[in-house]
């Protein structure tokens, strides 16, 4: 069986945007993965999202929501794995933060350094890496306007950001924004058909990774 770690935010946890509520299994985008690579082999995926999750980042107002903290003992957890998939970034550019593209690609990179590094046990693959690119920000609208305000400009060429990093890093690179966009009530998170839409499109993208079976199998 094929062990997938899904490691992101609140737009793969499923917040259904303007509200506190989470959408199902079967509805978030990694449950569509799960269930649209099922039919072709045994997966699981494993979900790691968390609210608010930056790249590298401390969240002012809440506590654990730097993406870099832990995360190495989160692949030592969850290994063998088959396949890690980052997708993070779009808190990197909350009202609280100055940073644009460039530094979130950065926080990319050490994330990508971490999960390479991992005390994972010995025999056991370092996983492969896929590192989805957040749609662009919309205006952001809603309780959480204040929040993302600007976000919209500094999230500006992210998608070149990410690609450069993963082509200098060795890692596997999709572009969301080729097949969604961000909600069109917040501004921010992923409505429910974007859901749909991209985890069919992961789908295809992890299919032809030809990804090996690790299972509980050593090198």
Known sequence: MQHILVYSDSLSWGLVPMTR???LFEQRWPGVLELALGSDQKVRVVEDCLNGRRTVWDDPFKPGRNGLA???QRIEIHSPLALVILMLGTNDFQSMHEHKA??????ISALVAAIRSA?????MPVPPILVLVPPALRTPQGPIAAKFEGGEKKCLGLAAAYRKVCEELGCHFFDTGSVITASKLDGVHLDLDQHLLLGEAVAEVVKALHLKSVGSNKR
């Open 21 to 23: 509520q989470r959408l």
């Open 119 to 123: 005390p994972i046990e010995p025999g």
């Open 70 to 72: 832990g995360l190495a």
């Open 102 to 107: 460039w530094h979130a690609a950065q926080g």
